[in-house]
């Protein structure tokens, strides 16, 4: 199955931040791939669900203890 995200998905993967497009479920058995497009250079890469990090999102709570310095 192929879950278009709308909107997009701020992440942090091991190549930088990006946003995530799509996930791409392969069933239980698998990971599911993020098809995310860098913010650096606008490449679109595949990576497995254990390599993608949500960004921070001080609105939603999310993700807020990696920047806990932040007031």
């Known amino acids: 199955m192929i879950l278009q995200l709308d909107p997009t998905i701020s992440v942090e993967t091991p190549l930088g931040k990006g946003q995530a497009l799509f996930i791409i479920d392969y069933g239980m058995h698998q990971n599911s791939c993020w098809v995310v497009v860098l913010e650096t250079n606008g490449l679109v890469k595949h990576f497995d669900s254990n390599d993608i990090v949500v960004s921070t ?14 007031v």
């Open 57 to 70: 999102n001080y609105t939603y709570h999310i993700n807020t203890e990696r920047h806990s310095n932040h």
